[in-house]
């Protein structure tokens, strides 16, 4: 990347620093000249298929060859990629990355990852019973899906075509048909393509949340069980990694890396009430941001004025064109809502069957610290009546914190008290730790606090976290202490092989924020509105107000940098739609109030419908077979309840989802391998929470 000098003064010069990359321009001229390869090959297949001895797969074959120079020894599912290919979908293996932006030849270095054996290629399960596949006899991926993974290239600035910059979009393909053998090839252009591309009528895309949560990294973990919940398996899934994201091109990351990041993340980090005092702890933290934006600043320029959801949603409309489907059928999660809410309303005429689930309210995002505090409402109850709650319903067989230290009862109010104890008594003093793997530690009331936040958004770890808690209590800080290690670090040096990895794409998320909500009014009297709003947030949440406030400070200084983005969208959310969408709100949701997706369809009126999920955890996880039945009728069929609002209840209670739940000392139980796949699933739905 070239950057452009720079006087000592940021803001003198803020408009003049652009994020830069030499091959932008000869990449898109690249581009073209494929995309005519390409054209012209489907021509030959449409005008010349039928004359003897012509073979779309031979086409097909020097067509890879010409842009990759080398021979096209074929495996038995053809070469990928295809002409033709908005895409250029390869089978995925570790080394399919979307090329660099600098490279002056993307899509014949791309071309050159495609590995012909199908045994390194990223298979899936079969689809569905019911769904035609190819069928081959002897071919062991018979009737199995397969994993794609490819690029989009899309304008960096969509309010001046004249920048000849791009974002390069990584997309991962769940194909559930798998792939049809050229020797299954039955002479229709469709067939040089996907087996699957003839019967499925829709692809579903997906979005996790965030801002800076990873779609292709959704797809891989989910992709799925997403096509079974909503389609019975029929349907391709699609998730991508919104601009700024992972592995899409580029990517924000303001550290050099994760270790710096951790670093100072441990010392700017502290809760207000571990903090002496708070007033200091702000300063400290202001700095710290003011530092962490101008770094941004320095390494990619004028970025943060192209990351704003409005583009976003303008990517998701360029993901469903080169799809080549009339409208959009997505399932966006958490702020994947606010993406699918602005979407709709820019682009009503492309809403398909959507499902807003975990619903945020995006007009909340563009208030001066929206984003953080119109999120609290659900959070206290989720503690008290959920974890704790159905702690004592389950009984002590099932939840550690049920079992009586002193032979009485335990009641609600007298658990609540313990823990209320237990951990306020960190304010004053950490509880010291040792572990074999990572040597002596200290369990802290701000990692404490942060764990069980991000353990309310996932009930399935509520049995892990509530053994940990009373082990703690009864004095063994072992369990604490192992886990809330794994979740304190981003960068660990016990299994990293090279020194410094790429740093993960995290700043993008606070960027994200901020410039949905540049214009609003910034206080008159400084640090000290945003010390009063610190103070109410963790008045309103103990659990959840400082991970909040932490979210919306860096916000300060935003216009230092990026005084306006390229585009916010600041429209109404009422658009007469193509077709209404299905809103998702939970009743005991920790980060998307069940208020979010009321006052949404307050909003959208005749154009939605909203289910409330009585259930726990965030967005529809705690599994309801009421609304996974109307989820798949409106995907599959386009059916919405009659009802502007239906209710619909989970199947099971936390502590209790497996009718044969293990005992809690069971040792089918390893609380620590729970609690790892939770924080797996955080880095690609919110990596913000893991510290």
Known sequence: MEKVPQPTDPVALRHAKRYTTKSHARG??????????????????LLYRDIPGFSPHRLRSQ????????????????????????????????????????????????????????EHWSWGRAAAEGTRRARHPGDKYSGRGIYLCGYLDVPLDYTNRSDPRIARLAVTKFQVSGLARVDSYVGSPVDLRWESSSENRRTIVIEPGGPGGSGTSYAWRAAED???????????????????????????????????????SLLTGQYREVSMPPEAQLELADAMNEALFRACWEQHGDLGRFVSTTFVARDLEEIRKALGEDELTGYLVSYGTGIGQTYANIFPNSVGRMILDGTEYVRDHRLLGGFGWTALDNVTDAWHDGFLGECLNAGPKHCGLAQSRDNTTVTLDALESRMDTLITSLIQRPIPGYSNSIGPSLVTYSSLVAAIYSALYRAQTWPTLAQMLYELEGGNSTLAVEMLDKAEWEYDPASTPVLFPKAFSEELGSLVICADSYDAPQPADGLVWWASLWANMTSQSWIAGNSRFFNVFPCRHFATYWPEPAEVYRGDLNQTLKNPVLLIAETYDPATPLRNGRRLLTEMGSNARLIVHHGYGHSSKDTSSCTDRLAKSYILEGKVPAEQETDCYADGKPYLYDSKAADIDSEAVDPLALWREHLRELAYLNPRLLH
Do not use: M
């Open 226 to 264: 997403v096509t079974e919940r909503l389609s019975d398996g029929q349907f391709d899934v699609l998730g991508w990694d919104p601009r700024g994201v992972n592995a899409s091109l580029p990517a924000i990351a303001c550290y050099p890396s994760n270790a710096y990041r951790d670093r100072w």
């Open 63 to 118: 067509y890879y060859e010409a842009l990759t120079g080398g021979s096209a020894i074929s495996p038995p599912y053809g070469r990928f990629p295809v002409p033709d290919d908005p895409f250029q979908f390869l089978p995925c293996t570790n080394a399919t990355w979307p090329p660099s932006l600098d490279d002056t030849d993307p899509a014949r270095s791309w071309a050159r990852l495609f590995d012909p054996d199908p």
């Open 28 to 45: 898109h001229a690249w581009g073209l000249k494929l995309a005519g390869v390409a054209a012209l090959a489907l021509v030959a297949v």
